[in-house]
């Protein structure tokens, strides 16, 4: 129970009680989890447990020793330890206004304003979500595979992970490897949109390294990324268009009723797009509003202008990776850094990268 006592302390010396109920029942499930995890060299010695999922874990420890030597990714004791659990890790729960894109955020110790609230239960999840309806927001509620304590406590292996294909593990453990390695406090959507720009082409370069160019593992990953790519484009247009319907001096009422046929209209669009991967699969099901779009937008904007930074490094992901450290050592705004280290060089880098 050492982690739960050392984060209540680290809590109750940084915010006094604000928030403290909520912050403490975020502490006791990870104490809880903490407590349960057991060294994945067990699971690996334990003949009970099936030789697939075992490769599995295998594989997770490759992607993180690929991380930290060849991406230069921080050395965590993240991923030595093994947590079974049932259904999902997290319920993520976006709130926004209704006639305006502008996110509800929560302000925290260490992470800052973050523009998501987490809960390891679907009922807190729901029960949040519950409040901020009555009092007239969008909510949308995620569900998240894994998550990140930015290097304070460590990150297990989780039984849910073993299920996924290697492209989209492969992704995963470096999209949470870059929050324990650069992490810049209240920037919500840049941190997990350089996570998503790295663990695609993180996930990339090691299923190459391991399988070669031409497998199916890396064929898989090409194709989620180039997904992702898609579906930015795609809501990046969406949240213009919904933007520029919101800025039109018409009533509150008016906004909300107006949106509906926008919200149609962009799920039909969705319909025609042609992914290649099944990693956007049910969202037309999804009854789309202002939280739902920012949700995905948070990690899915500016992808392509990510990319051109990639190819002034030379298409070196190393390189890339050691910039945003420069960022986050110089303790400036990450926006006003990049901008001002564009103009200085005279690069030619679509200005959206704000």
């Given at each position: 129970?050492?982690?739960?006592?050392?984060?209540?302390?680290?809590?109750?010396s940084?915010?006094?009680?604000?928030n403290?109920?909520?912050?403490?029942?975020?502490?006791?499930?990870?104490?809880?989890i903490?407590?349960?995890?057991?060294?994945?060299?067990?699971?690996?010695?334990?003949e009970?447990?099936?030789?697939?999922?075992k490769?599995?874990?295998?594989?997770?420890?490759?992607?993180k020793?690929?991380?930290e030597?060849?991406?230069?990714?921080?050395?965590?004791?993240?991923?030595s330890?093994?947590?079974?659990?049932?259904?999902?890790?997290l319920?993520?729960?976006?709130?926004?206004?209704?006639?305006?894109?502008r996110?509800?955020?929560?302000?925290?110790?260490i992470?800052?304003?973050?523009?998501y609230?987490?809960?390891?239960?679907?009922e807190?999840?729901?029960k949040?979500k519950?409040?901020?309806?009555g009092?007239?927001?969008?909510?949308f509620?995620q569900q998240?595979?894994?998550?990140?304590t930015?290097?304070?406590?460590k990150?297990?292996?989780?039984?849910?992970?073993l299920?996924?294909?290697?492209?989209?593990?492969?992704?995963?453990?470096?999209?949470?490897?870059?929050h324990a390695?650069?992490y810049f406090?209240?920037?919500?959507?840049w941190?997990?949109q350089m996570?998503?720009?790295?663990?695609?082409?993180?996930?990339?370069?090691?299923?190459t390294?391991?399988?070669?160019?031409?497998?199916?593992?890396?064929?898989?990953?090409?194709?989620?990324?180039?997904?992702?790519?898609?579906?930015?484009?795609w809501?990046?247009?969406a949240c213009?268009?919904?933007?520029?319907?919101?800025?039109?001096?018409?009533?509150?009422?008016e906004?909300?009723?107006?949106?509906?046929e926008?919200?149609?209209?962009?799920?039909?669009e969705?319909?025609?797009i042609?992914?290649?991967?099944?990693?956007?699969?049910g969202?037309?099901?999804?009854?789309i509003?202002?939280?739902v779009l920012?949700?995905?937008?948070?990690?899915?904007h500016?992808l392509?202008?990510?990319?051109a930074?990639y190819e002034?490094?030379?298409n070196d992901?190393?390189r890339m990776?050691?910039?945003?450290?420069?960022?986050r050592?110089?303790?400036?705004d990450?926006s006003?850094y990049?901008?001002?280290w564009?103009?200085e060089r005279?690069?030619?880098?679509?200005a959206?990268?704000?």
């Amino acid at each position: 129970m050492k982690s739960f006592f050392f984060l209540i302390f680290i809590l109750l010396s940084l915010t006094g009680c604000t928030n403290l109920l909520y912050l403490s029942k975020l502490g006791w499930y990870q104490s809880l989890i903490a407590f349960h995890s057991v060294p994945v060299q067990e699971i690996l010695e334990n003949e009970r447990v099936d030789h697939e999922s075992k490769e599995k874990i295998r594989f997770v420890q490759e992607v993180k020793g690929y991380g930290e030597k060849k991406l230069g990714l921080t050395r965590t004791e993240n991923y030595s330890k093994y947590f079974e659990v049932k259904g999902p890790v997290l319920h993520l729960l976006t709130v926004s206004e209704k006639d305006c894109l502008r996110l509800t955020h929560w302000n925290f110790p260490i992470t800052g304003k973050v523009t998501y609230k987490s809960f390891f239960t679907k009922e807190g999840a729901l029960k949040e979500k519950r409040i901020f309806e009555g009092r007239g927001y969008d909510t949308f509620v995620q569900q998240a595979g894994a998550y990140s304590t930015l290097g304070w406590l460590k990150d297990p292996i989780f039984s849910s992970m073993l299920q996924w294909e290697e492209a989209i593990l492969a992704n995963l453990i470096l999209h949470e490897m870059v929050h324990a390695t650069i992490y810049f406090k209240s920037k919500t959507d840049w941190n997990e949109q350089m996570a998503t720009f790295i663990g695609n082409h993180g996930a990339i370069y090691f299923l190459t390294e391991k399988y070669g160019k031409e497998s199916k593992q890396v064929i898989e990953a090409i194709r989620y990324q180039e997904d992702d790519l898609l579906f930015s484009r795609w809501i990046d247009q969406a949240c213009q268009r919904l933007s520029k319907f919101y800025s039109e001096e018409i009533s509150r009422d008016e906004k909300i009723r107006g949106r509906e046929e926008i919200f149609c209209s962009l799920k039909e669009e969705f319909k025609n797009i042609s992914f290649q991967t099944d990693c956007y699969q049910g969202f037309e099901r999804i009854n789309i509003n202002n939280a739902v779009l920012l949700a995905y937008h948070r990690y899915v904007h500016r992808l392509e202008n990510f990319h051109a930074l990639y190819e002034y490094f030379e298409n070196d992901l190393r390189r890339m990776i050691d910039f945003f450290k420069e960022i986050r050592t110089s303790g400036e705004d990450p926006s006003f850094y990049l901008e001002r280290w564009i103009k200085e060089r005279g690069i030619s880098v679509p200005a959206s990268l704000q």
